[in-house]
T-cell receptor, first 116, second 109 residues
Framework: DAGVIQSPRHEVTEMGQEVTLRCKPI?????LFWYRQTMMRGLELLIY??????IDDSGMPEDRFSAKMPNASFSTLKIQPSEPRDSAVYFC?????WGQGIEKLFFGSGTQLSVL | DAKTTQPPSMDCAEGRAANLPCNHS???????VYWYRQIHSQGPQYIIH???NNETNEMASLIITEDRKSSTLILPHATLRDTAVYYC??????????FGTGTSLTVIP
């Protein structure tokens, strides 16, 4: 398996622009997670989906952030409008059996976002 | 908030065992101990987890004290590729992970 695939690997944009980050989870995994990592705050959970349904979005910083999972093999995280403080590495992770006693996450390589 | 306490950094000589401690004095009976690591510029990687008993896999061993208030991750023969930030996480089934700041392990040639 190719693992969790994220795109783009790097994104540089200007303040006010819309940014869309993409994630393809491992085939067969039923849970998908979006994390954000910064030096100041470390790794933070933004939102997670179970069977394509958003379960917990309490970590989404504000209305500028939205996430969708239209099917089991694809998810997007959108920021509109983007701000410099959104600059971070955004990770997507998937899990085969979250909530069944083996909370094993598989992470993608991340998207390095820079908002100028 | 993270329920664990880890030293911010450690060094280990290449080829020697690396012993990474973690305190989790407020752990509940239904909470597991998980270890992940993050190599620079990569996403975190699962290493091992346990509830009460010691565990071993191809990557590491996990030693949990009898009172479950602390644990140690052991990398038996550290290599340069084991240089990473190691996260100790306490969580119950279905609950979210709080990664905390971890221990930055440097393996020295």
């Amino acid at each position: 398996d190719a693992g969790v695939i994220q795109s783009p690997r790097h994104e540089v944009t200007e303040m006010g622009q819309e940014v869309t980050l993409r994630c393809k989870p491992i085939s067969g995994h039923n849970s998908l997670f979006w994390y954000r990592q910064t030096m100041m705050r470390g790794l933070e959970l933004l939102i997670y989906f179970n069977n394509n349904v958003p379960i917990d979005d309490s970590g989404m910083p504000e209305d500028r952030f939205s996430a969708k999972m239209p099917n089991a093999s694809f998810s997007t995280l959108k920021i509109q409008p983007s701000e410099p403080r959104d600059s971070a590495v955004y990770f997507c992770a998937s899990s085969l059996a979250w909530g069944q006693g083996i909370e094993k996450l598989f992470f993608g390589s991340g998207t390095q976002l820079s908002v100028l | 908030d993270a329920k664990t306490t880890q030293p911010p950094s450690m060094d280990c000589a290449e080829g020697r065992a690396a012993n990474l401690p973690c305190n989790h004095s407020t752990i509940s009976g239904n909470e597991y101990v998980y270890w992940y690591r993050q190599i620079h510029s990569q996403g975190p990687q699962y290493i091992i987890h346990g509830l009460k008993n010691n565990e071993t896999n191809e990557m590491a061993s996990l030693i949990i004290t009898e009172d479950r208030k602390s644990s140690t991750l052991i990398l038996p023969h550290a290599t340069l590729r084991d240089t990473a930030v190691y996260y100790c996480i306490v969580s119950s089934t279905g609950n979210q992970f709080y990664f905390g700041t971890g221990t930055s392990l440097t393996v020295i040639p």
